[in-house]
């Protein structure tokens, strides 16, 4: 299975908040990412968060970070249309290297 | 700043041929990535150069996937011969500094018939 594990899929309102939640196996992990994916593109890096942090906020997004519960979320604020895309988070293990969940599709409706 | 550049986007080939891809890194970026993105999957890693050296390569099936960085800038991905299990999306990224922002492109489709 997924050493990293998301839901499959979110739906909001336009306007509305999206919380999106991420679970991850690797105590160790330094850094861990929030990539966002639109159709036919590859990967853009949204934002990161270091390992002994509890929340990092960046304009609309807003990552809460459990390390006790290996829980990773990513909150967007007024959830707007072009915020439809798969968002994967991602842990990093030795060397660098990324480990990605099977990505979160949302959906928003106007 | 250009992006990452790969070609082809798409490619069509039947099982058992050969295929190859071409990744051209962010200028100056020392490290680069192949990945493996199966549909409905996330990413996977298929192996990692710093420089013209490789760094990891354990997920990368070695009896039909090849991959070189010549001279520490661009870098090709082979595959040969292809399985139907192939189709995916071949993502390739480059990074720099010790926060690992990668830079993805756009990817190269690959259909196996």
């Known amino acids: 299975g997924e050493d990293v594990e998301q839901s499959l899929f979110l739906s909001v309102r336009e306007g509305d908040s999206s919380v999106i939640n991420c679970t991850y196996t690797?105590?160790?992990?330094?850094?861990l990412y929030w990539y966002k994916q639109e159709p036919g593109a590859g990967l853009q890096l949204l934002t990161y968060?270091?390992?002994?942090?509890d929340m990092k906020q960046d304009q609309r997004l807003t990552v809460l970070l459990n390390k006790k519960d290996k829980h990773l979320s990513l909150r967007i604020a007024d959830t707007q249309t072009g915020d439809s895309a798969i968002y994967f988070c991602a842990e990093e293990k030795a060397g660098n290297m990324l480990t990605f969940g099977g990505g979160t599709r949302l959906m928003v409706k106007p | 700043e250009a992006g990452v550049a790969q070609s082809p986007r798409y490619k069509i080939i039947e099982k058992r041929q050969s295929v190859a891809f071409w990744c051209n890194p962010i200028?100056?970026?020392?490290?680069l990535y192949w990945y493996q993105q199966i549909l409905g999957q996330g990413p996977k890693l298929l192996i990692q150069?710093?420089?013209?050296?490789?760094?990891?390569d354990s997920q990368l099936p070695k009896d039909r996937f090849s991959a070189e960085r010549l001279k520490g800038v661009d870098s090709t991905l082979k595959i040969q011969p292809a399985k139907l299990e192939d189709s995916a999306v071949y993502l390739c990224?480059?990074?720099?500094?010790?926060?690992?922002?990668?830079?993805f492109g756009p990817g190269t489709r690959l259909t196996v018939l």
């Open positions: 150069f710093q420089n013209n050296g490789v760094v990891d």
């Open positions: 990224a480059s990074s720099l500094g010790q926060v690992n922002e990668q830079f």
């Open positions: 690797d105590s160790s992990s330094t850094y």
């Open positions: 200028s100056g970026h020392a490290t």
């Open positions: 968060i270091f390992s002994n942090m």
